[in-house]
């Protein structure tokens, strides 16, 4: 049996476990945290490729292909190159950032060499992937600012210690414009202009520069440079990838492999892509109980994808929990704190996820809102007349949108709570209810489970308090 092998043997029996007890999760938090150390160059190139594959949304031309590779560089005695472009764009950086850094890990630890493309040319081109305008070119400061800081953040999920660093201004900023013409010459436009936001953008009659064009080019022409055998990339990055497969046919090499990694969505469960411009993210440098409360508001069909991005569980592993749910027999919330302290323990050490998750225990043990402090109010005499979603959004801010609000409800993240002397009642508002007036629904809701007492309307993580029912 491998060395993964054995961690998941052992995993497993902790996971068939009661995982609401503060042992059973420790003894498992640390377990599958020294699976991120963990040595894999004794798995088959089979097996290699399917671990890899396991946490991509794509790998082109195909698995069979990736193993085929992984096992000729075997047998000429080396690894395979593999390739991920970094255009250092800001210096404080989230959990999002960190999925393809996770999966070079695994690369790394198979025995296979690593190189990160610091973008210092290209991220003065600026590549618009999911903008609707330009990105603002940064500065050769900016640049080594944010390099910094993206290092100093990732630095838990991946060793830097052993990849090869390669600015592409080594090549790029002296290629020649012969050259460059030649590459351009081969490359057809309509390629380029695939890309949905180009498309868009054209499409609305904004700008789009030659300099945005030029760029999966640039990016190409790395991968052509160090000859690389694998590219990562998230998957909105695809079609600059493919660019590198034909730049590298131009060079007469044999193109690269891609492996593309999923979008993250944000904590707030409205669909959108962590960002920090949306404020549905984690920083990698927030505090162990921040990042253990932001796992712990997020909807429960977030922890798959979660548990896949951030660990290093075995799908298998992600399938038994899920099984232990679908029968009853593990708590979604228990599972919750299982994912939280995983993250929080990749960042700040298995003692400080235990220590957030005691806080967060003992924080909402009280089941009380009353002793939460000052809640925002909504008074129902006033605005009993507009729909919840709509309150939702204008009047408590709570979502950006009523159609975000209505997302929320779809997920089951929209609820009353009533407390009584007693403790709390809770009744599920379905997305249909979201849309009806608020006077209506609450006393109607009430009425139906013989509820009685203080009101409060809960949209994920945000409380208010109704009034006037």
């Keep these: 049996m491998t060395r993964l092998g054995d961690s998941v043997q052992r995993a497993g029996e ?10 059973t ?25 399917e671990l890899i594959a396991g946490r991509a949304v794509d790998v082109l031309p195909s698995v069979e292909e990736l193993a085929e590779r992984i096992g000729a560089a075997r047998e000429a005695g080396r690894g395979l190159t593999v390739k991920l472009g970094i255009d250092p764009t800001a210096a404080d950086v989230h959990l999002g950032h960190t999925v393809p850094m996770i999966v070079l890990s695994r690369f790394q630890r198979m025995g296979h060499d690593v190189t990160l493309i610091i973008g210092d040319i290209t991220a003065k081109i600026g590549d618009p992937s999911g903008r609707s305008s330009e990105r603002p070119p940064l500065t050769d400061e900016d640049i080594a600012r944010n390099l910094a800081g993206y290092r ?9 210690e052993r990849v090869r660093f390669r600015h592409n201004s080594e090549w790029l900023a002296r290629i020649a414009l012969p050259k460059l013409i030649g590459i351009l010459a081969q490359v057809p ?42 590219e990562l990339g998230g998957v909105d990055q695809l079609l600059n990838m493919q660019t590198g497969r034909k730049v590298m046919e131009i060079y007469g090499q044999r193109p690269q492999m891609i492996v593309t990694m999923p979008l993250i ?3 707030d469960g409205s669909g959108a892509k962590m960002s920090k411009s949306k404020g549905n993210y984690i920083a990698l440098n927030a505090s162990a109980d ?21 660990t290093e569980w075995t799908d298998t592993e992600i399938d038994l929990v899920a099984e232990r749910i679908e029968k009853g027999t593990l708590h ?11 993250v929080v323990a990749a960042l700040h050490g298995v003692e400080a996820a235990m220590a957030a998750r005691a806080g967060f225990t003992a924080q909402f043990s009280r089941k009380s809102f009353a002793d939460v402090g000052s809640l925002p109010v909504v008074d129902a005499a006033e605005h009993g007349g507009k729909g919840i979603a709509a309150v939702l959004a204008t009047v408590l801010e709570f979502t950006p949108s009523a159609s975000a609000a209505r997302r929320v409800a779809k997920q ?23 849309l009806r007036p608020l006077g209506e629904v609450v006393p109607e809701k009430l009425a139906e489970a013989g509820a009685s007492g203080t009101v409060y309307l809960k949209a994920g993580r945000k409380v208010a308090e109704v009034r006037g029912v």
């Design 152 to 160: 100093d953040q990732v630095r838990p999920f991946f060793d830097f």
């Design 265 to 267: 969505e944000g904590t």
């Design 412 to 434: 089951n993240g929209l609820r009353l709570v009533v407390e009584t002397g007693q403790g709390q009642e809770t009744v599920v508002l379905s997305e249909a209810e979201a």
């Design 290 to 310: 921040d990042v253990f409360g932001k796992i712990m508001s997020i909807p429960d069909r977030l922890m798959a994808p979660y548990l896949r991005a951030w």
């Design 14 to 23: 902790l996971l068939a476990q009661d995982l609401s007890s503060d042992e």
């Design 332 to 342: 979604p919330m228990d599972l919750k704190k299982v994912l939280a302290g995983e």
């Design 189 to 230: 436009a309509s390629s380029l202009l695939q890309r949905e936001d180009f498309r868009n953008r054209l499409a609305a009659g904004h700008g789009l520069t030659m300099s945005e064009l030029i760029y999966p080019v640039a990016m190409a022409i790395d991968s052509a440079e160090i000859e690389a055998d694998v």
């Design 25 to 49: 999760v420790e003894r498992l938090l640390v377990e599958t945290g020294a699976r991120r150390y963990l040595d894999l160059t004794d798995l088959s190139a089979r097996e290699q490729a």
